[in-house]
C-alpha cells in the first residue's frame, strides 16, 4: 500500500516513513503544505497522513481544497492540535481520521488499513476473493484454507488487485501503487510479480485484459 | 493575620452615642452653672431685700418689749431664718434660728454675704447692720434649697436625654447598617465568587466613596487575568510543543526495536538521541522564557558587554567549529552597560547560538560589540541565507521556524530575545548583513546615564 507523508518535523517525518516501511506500506515524504497538495493531486495513493502544522500551507487548507476537488484519497490528520473544536473542524473539513500526536506505529497502521478498507467498501478486515483469504494486519494470505507464502511485492499486488476486485487495473496503476518514489522499477516486474501470484494461488484467480491490464474477478465472497 | 480593628460598625456607632452624650453632658454642665448663677443672684437679692425690710421695721418697733419670735408665715419658711440684735440684744428672730449669734460671736462678720455652717446644715446668710442705730441684722437660707432647685431644673432636662438615648441607639444602629449595606453587598459577592472568576466587580449603586475600593479591586482583577491567561497560553503552547518531539522520539524509538538491519537500526537509535537533546533544548527555552515572562524584576549590575559577549562566543566555539564555522569577535573597547547579567548572557548566547545554528557548515559569524554615541550595540551577523521580510516579520512569534532549516530548533530563541531586550529597553533590529551577505540582527541599549 503506497501512502503520502506529510510531515515538516524531520526527524518525526523520517521515524514514521521508516517505521511505516517496515510495516509494509510504501511511504512518500513531502514536507509543506504545497507539496502535499500537489503529490496528492499527482498518485492514487491508498491513503494520506497530514500533519496540520505545515510551512507554506496550513494542513487543514490542503485538506479543505482536494476535498473541494473531490479527491477522494483517505486521509489520516496527525497533529499536535488535540482540542475537541480542532479534532471537529478537521473531521468536518474532510478527515477520515483524526490522531493526536504522539502515536504508536502500529496503532497508525492498523488506522490506515481501516481506512484504505472503508475506502474500498470493505467492511470486514480481511479481504475474500473465491477461496483466497488476504489479512492486511497480519500480512497472510490463505488459499483454500491453506496458508500462502508471498513476497512482499506479491501481497502487495495482490491487496491492490483484491481491493479491486471486478475493476481492470493497468500496469501503470500497479507499479503506482507498489512503488515509492526513488524506486527503481524493472519494466516486466509487474509481469513477474502476477506469474508468482498465478503459480501460488491457481492460474484462473487473476485474469489478463489484454492491451489493458490485470483483474481480479469479483465472485460472491467464500464463506 | 493580625489582630482585627473593631469592625466599621461598631466604631461608627460608639462614635456616633458617645459625641451625643459627650454634647448633652456638656450642656448639662454649662445650664448647672448658668442656673446656679442666676439663681444665686436672685435669691442673694431676695436675702438682701429681706434684711433692709427687717432692719427698716426695726427702726420703729425698737423698745416694743413682745416676744422675739416672729410667727411661720409658710411650710417652707424652715428653710428661712432671721435674727435681728438690736444693742448686743436678741430682739426678733423666726421660729427656726438660733438664740445665739447666727453669725458665730467673735467672728467679725456684720456685713455682707457669707456661707457659714450652722448645726451641720449649709446656710447662705446675709449680714446688714442699721445706718443710724445699733441694729443687726442676718437673714439665712439653707444652701440645701437652692441645690434642689437647680436639681429640679437638670432632672427636667435629662430626664429626656436619658429615656431618649436606647432610641437614638437605635436609630442610629439602623442608619449606620443601612449606609454600610453596600459594603456588605460588595463582600457578599466576593465571597460568592468562584476563585477563577476574574471579570470585574459590578454592584448597582455603589457609593461614591467605595468606587476607588471597587475600581482598584477590578484593575487587580484585569492584571491577575492577564497574567493568568499568559499562563495558561503558555502551559498549552509547551504542551503542544512538546508533542512533535515526543511524537519522533516514540516512533524512531519503535522504528529501532522493528529494525532487524543494523545500520538502520543505529540511525533510528541516533534519530531517537536527537529527539530526546532537542526536547531537552525545548524545555530548557521554555523555562528560561517562562522566566523572563514571569518579570521577575531584573537585578540589575555594572557589566562589561564586550566580556560577557566574548565569554558567550568562546563557549560556542567548539560547537561552531565542529562544522568549521568561523566564528569572529570584535570589540576595541570595554562596553559598560547596567542590566541583569544573567538576562543578557541569555540574550547573547541565543543570538550567536542562531546564527552558528541556522548557518550552513563553513559559514562565517561575526559578533561586535560597540558603542554608539553612549548606546551599548551588539551584532551578530552571519553568511547563511538570511531571512526573507514575510520571515523576519514573523520572527519571535513562539514556536516559528524558517522553512527548511533541517537544524533542530524550539523556534523559542528568538521570542526569548526579544522578552528580554524589552525588560531592558534594548532595541532589536534585523536586516541584511552588508558584509557577510546573511542575516545581520543588532541589539541597542538606551545610552547609560
Not at chain 2, 462614635?15 to 439663681?39: K, S
Request: net charge neutral.
Amino acid at each position: 500500500m503506497r501512502i503520502l507523508l506529510a510531515e515538516d518535523d524531520p526527524l518525526l517525518g523520517d521515524g514514521l516513513q521508516a517505521g511505516l516501511r517496515q510495516l509494509g506500506f510504501q511511504v512518500d515524504w513531502v514536507r509543506d503544505g504545497d507539496a502535499a497538495a500537489r503529490e496528492m493531486r499527482a498518485q492514487p495513493y491508498a491513503a494520506a497522513v497530514l500533519d496540520l502544522g505545515l510551512p507554506r500551507r496550513d494542513g487543514m487548507d490542503v485538506l479543505a481544497d482536494a476535498r473541494r476537488d473531490g479527491l477522494k484519497t483517505p486521509v489520516l490528520v496527525l497533529t499536535a492540535r488535540d482540542a475537541v473544536p480542532d479534532r471537529i473542524r478537521g473531521l468536518d473539513v474532510g478527515a477520515d481520521d483524526y490522531v493526536v500526536k504522539p502515536v504508536d506505529l502500529h496503532e497508525l497502521a492498523a488506522r490506515l488499513r481501516a481506512l484504505v478498507r472503508r475506502a474500498h467498501g470493505q467492511p470486514q478486515d480481511k479481504l475474500r476473493c473465491g477461496t483466497i483469504v488476504l489479512d492486511p494486519a497480519a500480512r497472510g494470505v490463505e488459499c483454500g484454507g491453506e496458508p500462502v507464502t508471498l513476497s512482499t511485492r506479491e501481497f502487495d499486488l495482490l491487496h491492490a488487485l483484491m481491493l479491486n476486485a471486478g475493476r481492470v487495473l493497468s500496469r501503470e496503476q500497479l507499479e503506482q501503487h507498489l512503488y515509492s518514489w526513488g524506486r527503481e522499477v524493472e519494466s516486466n516486474a509487474i509481469e513477474v510479480h502476477i506469474h508468482h501470484l498465478r503459480r501460488k494461488l491457481g492460474a484462473e484467480v487473476i485474469q489478463t485484459v489484454r492491451g489493458v491490464g490485470y483483474l481480479l474477478a469479483r465472485d460472491m465472497p467464500a464463506a | 493575620m493580625t489582630a482585627r480593628a473593631p469592625s466599621l460598625q461598631r466604631r461608627l456607632l460608639v462614635g456616633v452615642i458617645g459625641l451625643v452624650v459627650a454634647v448633652w453632658l456638656a450642656m448639662a454642665a454649662f445650664t448647672w452653672f448658668d442656673v446656679r448663677h442666676e439663681l444665686d443672684e436672685l435669691l442673694d437679692s431676695h436675702l438682701a431685700q429681706a434684711a433692709a425690710l427687717l432692719v427698716a421695721q426695726q427702726i420703729d418697733d425698737l423698745g416694743d418689749d413682745h416676744g422675739i419670735d416672729a410667727p411661720s408665715l409658710h411650710r417652707y419658711a424652715p428653710k428661712v431664718a432671721f435674727q435681728v440684735w438690736h444693742e448686743g440684744r436678741l430682739v426678733l428672730r423666726s421660729a427656726n434660728a438660733p438664740s445665739a449669734w447666727l453669725a458665730g460671736e467673735g467672728s467679725g462678720f456684720t456685713s455682707g454675704f457669707r456661707t457659714l455652717q450652722i448645726d451641720g446644715t449649709s446656710w447662705r446668710v446675709f449680714a446688714t447692720r442699721g445706718a443710724e442705730r445699733d441694729v443687726q441684722v442676718f437673714v439665712g437660707e439653707q444652701i440645701g434649697s437652692r441645690a434642689d432647685i437647680l436639681l429640679a431644673v437638670l432632672r427636667s432636662m435629662l430626664m429626656p436625654m436619658l429615656l431618649g438615648l436606647p432610641l437614638l441607639a437605635g436609630v442610629a444602629a439602623w442608619g449606620v447598617r443601612r449606609g454600610l449595606k453596600p459594603l456588605r453587598e460588595m463582600s457578599d459577592a466576593l465571597a460568592a465568587r468562584d476563585p477563577r472568576a476574574l471579570q470585574p466587580v459590578q454592584l448597582a449603586g455603589t457609593p461614591a466613596e467605595m468606587m476607588p475600593m471597587v475600581d482598584g479591586l477590578n484593575a487587580l482583577f484585569g492584571r491577575i487575568a492577564a497574567l493568568m491567561d499568559s499562563e495558561r497560553r503558555f502551559t498549552a503552547d509547551a504542551a503542544h510543543e512538546l508533542r512533535t518531539p515526543i511524537a519522533a522520539i516514540r516512533t524512531q524509538a519503535q522504528v529501532a526495536l522493528g529494525e532487524a538491519d543494523g545500520q538502520r537500526r543505529r540511525h533510528a537509535l541516533e534519530a531517537t538521541l536527537a529527539g530526546c537533546d532537542r526536547a531537552t533544548r525545548l524545555v530548557e527555552q521554555l523555562l528560561t522564557l517562562s522566566r523572563v515572562e514571569a518579570g521577575a524584576p531584573p537585578a540589575a549590575t555594572d557589566i562589561d558587554l564586550a566580556a560577557l559577549a566574548r565569554r558567550t562566543v568562546a563557549a560556542i566555539a567548539p560547537h561552531a567549529l565542529e562544522r568549521r564555522q568561523q566564528l569572529e569577535f570584535e570589540a576595541d573597547v570595554a562596553v559598560p552597560l547596567r542590566a541583569d547579567e544573567t538576562l543578557l548572557g541569555v540574550l547573547v548566547r541565543n543570538l550567536v547560538d542562531n546564527a552558528t545554528r541556522y548557518s550552513p557548515d563553513g559559514a562565517r559569524v561575526r559578533v561586535r560589540v560597540d558603542q554608539e554615541q553612549g548606546r551599548a550595540r551588539l551584532v551578530v551577523e552571519d553568511s547563511g541565507p538570511g531571512l526573507d521580510d514575510a520571515d523576519r516579520a514573523r520572527l519571535g512569534e513562539r514556536f516559528f521556524r524558517v522553512l527548511g532549516t533541517e537544524r533542530a530548533g524550539s523556534g523559542l530563541g528568538w521570542s526569548i530575545v526579544q522578552r528580554i531586550a524589552r525588560t531592558q529597553g534594548a532595541t532589536v533590529t534585523t536586516g541584511r548583513s552588508a558584509a557577510l551577505g546573511g542575516l545581520c540582527v543588532s541589539v541597542t541599549w538606551p545610552p547609560t546615564r
